[in-house]
């Protein structure tokens, strides 16, 4: 098993990443974001609660993230790992991600952080709402409020890994090749030790 956290700010790069990452080490790939923007596709009630906090850039409540996360875990009875992307986003998700690995006998065995400055940030974000309908990546303020509640909810839950000394920093500003390298550095010291 080896379970990934992949962790940064909006637009750090995360998702495309986390595709590269799926495919080399054949885990599976969770995306809270993802989950969610399927719901609102489909029109659940699920994706019609998502929606109204995700509009305005805010979290999703950690009851319902929690829930869905762990659904889509038990979804995959026989991955040989995942690469947990988005998630988790506040300490209490850490804590309840960490009981329910447990509960499987497994747990993260790494987050891996990517690293950018902010006015990188925006302007990546910006670049990609003119490129895909996502709405929360069309409007300055959106994205500023994103990184705000990353900066005051999420930049914490790093402190939750380092303290198991299971983080690693990575420069996120590259190409996407050189930093998948980077990731996969990491990585592969990972399952040498282990
Ligand atoms: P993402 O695709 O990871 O950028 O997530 C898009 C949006 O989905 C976020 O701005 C949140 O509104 C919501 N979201 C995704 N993952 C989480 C999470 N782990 N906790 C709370 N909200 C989330």
Redesign the pocket.
Known sequence: MLNIVLFGP?GAGKGTQSAKLIEKYGLAHL????I?RANIKGNTELGKL?KS??DA????PDEV?IQILESEVNKNPNATGFIFD?????TP?AEALHTFLKERNTTIHQMLALNVAQEELVKRLLLRGEQSDRP?DKDESIISN?IQVYNDQTAVVADFYSAQEKFSSINGVGNVDEIFARLCQVIDSLSSNA
């Open positions: 909006p995306s809270t974001g993802d969610f998502a906090y995700m850039g805010n979290l999703v993230t988005g998630f988790p986003r506040t998700q929360d994103r």
